[in-house]
C-alpha cells in the first residue's frame, strides 16, 4: 500500500512541477512578444510542451518502479526506453523549431514579393523538413533499441527513387519556380515574352506560370521552361517602351520637309494624348533609299508597355492626314518594266 501511496505521490509531484513549469514557459512567451527579435519567441515555443512532456513522462516511469508490473510488462521499466522517449521529445524540439523559424522567417521574406510562390514553397519547407526529423529520429530510437534498421533505409531509398524517377517534372518545374522567385525575372503584371509568347503575366504557382496573351487567352508554361528560356520583361527597368514605325514616301519627295512634318506630328501627339511621353523625345530618321521608297523611321516613347496599339493608331491617322495636305506621295511596291522593240 505504501508503495502505491508513493507512486501518487511522485506522479502528483510530477503534475505539480509541469503545471509550475507551464506558467513559467507562458510567463517567458509574453516576456519574448515584448522583444523585437523573433528568436526568442521560436526557443520558447519549441522546448515549452517537450519539457512539460517530459517531466510528466519522467514522473509516470519513476512511479511504475514502486508498482508491480505485471509478468511480461517488465520492459516498461527499462531505462532505455525512457531514453527512447527522450529521444522522441528531442525530435520534437528540433521539429518545432525548424517549423516555426521557417514559418517565421518565411512570411516575413514573402511579405516582401507579391507572388504566392514563395508562400507555398514555405508550405512546402515546413511539412518536408517535419517529416524529415521524424524520419531520422524514429530510425535513431529503433537503431538505440537494437532493432535492424537496414531494411527500412533500403526501403526509404528506393521509395525516394521512385517518387524522385515519378515526379522528375514536378520536381524540375518545383525548382524552377524557386529559381523565379529568387532571380525575379519578372513580377506579377508585368508583360513578357518568352519563346515567342507575348502576354501579361497572371500568377506564378509551384509548378507553372499563366500569362494572358494580347488576345486574351491564358497560357499555362511550366516552371522548368522559364528557367532555361531567354525571358524577355517590358516593364523592366521601368514601364515605358520604345515604339517604332516605320514610314515610307516616293520618290521625288522633299525628304527635309517629310522628316519636319513627322517630327510635327509625333511631337504634337507626346503632347495632346496621354500614351506618349515627352522625355525622351520623340525622334525621326531617315535611314535609307529603298527599292520604291525613301524609308524613316519615328521612334516614339510610350508610357507604358501596352499602349504601343493606341500610339500607332494615332500616328498612322496623323500621318494619313498630313501626308494628304502636303501632296506627299505613299509608294506602294512597283515594277518598271522596259522592253526592246
Given at each position: 500500500m505504501s508503495d502505491i501511496l508513493i507512486a501518487a505521490g511522485i506522479i502528483l509531484i510530477g503534475i505539480?512541477?509541469?503545471?509550475?513549469?507551464?506558467?513559467?514557459?507562458?510567463?517567458?512567451?509574453?516576456?519574448?512578444?515584448?522583444?523585437?527579435?523573433?528568436?526568442?519567441?521560436?526557443?520558447?515555443?519549441?522546448?515549452?510542451?517537450?519539457?512539460?512532456?517530459?517531466?510528466?513522462?519522467?514522473?509516470?516511469f519513476l512511479a511504475m518502479r514502486y508498482v508491480a508490473v505485471p509478468e511480461g510488462y517488465a520492459w516498461i521499466v527499462d531505462g532505455k526506453y525512457l531514453n527512447a522517449v527522450y529521444i522522441l521529445l528531442g525530435a520534437w524540439v528540433v521539429s518545432i523549431f525548424v517549423e516555426n523559424f521557417i514559418k517565421l522567417y518565411g512570411q516575413w521574406l514573402s511579405a516582401k514579393t507579391e507572388s504566392d510562390l514563395d508562400d507555398k514553397i514555405i508550405d512546402?519547407?515546413?511539412?518536408?523538413?517535419?517529416?524529415?526529423?521524424?524520419?531520422?529520429?524514429?530510425?535513431?530510437?529503433?537503431?538505440?533499441?537494437?532493432i535492424d534498421i537496414t531494411p527500412l533505409i533500403a526501403a526509404g531509398g528506393v521509395f525516394g527513387l521512385a517518387v524522385a524517377l515519378a515526379g522528375q517534372d514536378l520536381i524540375s518545374n518545383f525548382f524552377g519556380g524557386a529559381i523565379i522567385l529568387i532571380d525575379k525575372p519578372f513580377s506579377i503584371?508585368?508583360?513578357i515574352k518568352i519563346d515567342g509568347y507575348l502576354g501579361d503575366v497572371e500568377s506564378v504557382g509551384p509548378r507553372s506560370t499563366r500569362i494572358k496573351t494580347l488576345d486574351y487567352q491564358l497560357l499555362t508554361i511550366p516552371n522548368s521552361k522559364i528557367a532555361n528560356s531567354v525571358v524577355t520583361n517590358y516593364a523592366m527597368p521601368d514601364v515605358k517602351l520604345k515604339v517604332k514605325i516605320?514610314?515610307?514616301v516616293a520618290y521625288g519627295s522633299d525628304v527635309h520637309r517629310v522628316k519636319e512634318i513627322l517630327l510635327e506630328i509625333s511631337r504634337d501627339a507626346a503632347t495632346s494624348t496621354p500614351y506618349i511621353l515627352t522625355d525622351p523625345a520623340p525622334g525621326v530618321y531617315f535611314l535609307e533609299f529603298g527599292a520604291s521608297s525613301l524609308d524613316y523611321m519615328m521612334v516614339i516613347?510610350?508610357?507604358?508597355?501596352?499602349?504601343?496599339?493606341?500610339?500607332k493608331d494615332h500616328?498612322?491617322?496623323?500621318?494619313?492626314?498630313?501626308?494628304?495636305?502636303?501632296?506627299?506621295e505613299i509608294p506602294f511596291p512597283q515594277m518598271d518594266v522596259h522592253m526592246r522593240e
Open positions: 505539480i512541477a509541469a503545471y509550475i513549469v507551464a506558467q513559467v514557459f507562458k510567463w517567458l512567451r509574453k516576456r519574448a512578444d515584448l522583444t523585437e527579435s523573433r528568436f526568442d519567441d521560436i526557443l520558447v515555443l519549441s522546448i515549452g510542451k517537450p519539457i512539460i512532456a517530459g517531466i510528466l513522462f519522467l514522473s509516470f512546402i519547407l515546413e511539412v518536408t523538413v517535419r517529416y524529415i526529423i521524424w524520419f531520422v529520429a524514429i530510425l535513431i530510437v529503433l537503431s538505440y533499441l537494437g503584371g508585368d508583360r516605320p514610314v515610307s516613347w510610350a508610357k507604358r508597355f501596352n499602349m504601343s496599339w493606341e500610339i500616328i498612322n491617322f496623323e500621318i494619313e492626314r498630313r501626308f494628304t495636305e502636303e501632296g506627299i
